[in-house]
């Protein structure tokens, strides 16, 4: 069973970077799609970045497209998140999410995936 511990939130400015981490435990990545949720207060979970098994193909939300990249090391078995030119409406709690996967497709839904992380919060100030 694959654990995944997420770190590098922390409280930052409006136009700062942040990389966020997800370390995975008990499995290698080689065959896991994975991808990066959030969920501000009050608000639903929401999708931010998906990535394939093989690293082939990438899927953004509308709202980070340009901003944000996902990234995986298989050597290190961690999942990345490189977070630039950040806005206080990109404040929420991340969370990392992998599914065993025999295909080579994004998924961009909560529901796809079986394996989470517990989140690490990202605060941006204006």
């Known amino acids: 069973q694959v654990q995944l511990v997420e770190s590098g939130g922390g409280l930052v400015q409006a136009g700062d970077s942040l990389r966020l981490s997800c370390a995975a435990s008990?499995?290698?990545?080689?065959?896991?799609?994975m991808g990066w949720f959030r969920q501000a207060p009050g608000k639903e979970r929401e999708f931010v970045a998906a990535?394939?098994?093989?690293?082939?193909?990438?899927d953004y939300a509308d709202s980070v497209k340009g901003r944000y990249t996902i990234s995986k090391d298989i050597a290190k078995n961690t999942l990345y998140l490189q977070m630039n030119s950040l806005k206080p409406e990109d404040t929420a709690v991340y969370y990392c999410?992998?599914?065993?996967?025999?295909?080579?497709?994004?998924?961009?839904?909560?529901?796809?995936?079986?394996?989470w992380g517990r989140g690490t919060q990202v605060t941006v100030s204006p």
């Open positions: 999410a992998a599914v065993f996967a025999t295909s080579y497709s994004v998924y961009v839904h909560a529901a796809n995936y079986d394996l």
């Open positions: 008990g499995r290698t990545l080689n065959n896991y799609a």
């Open positions: 990535i394939s098994r093989s690293s082939s193909s990438t």
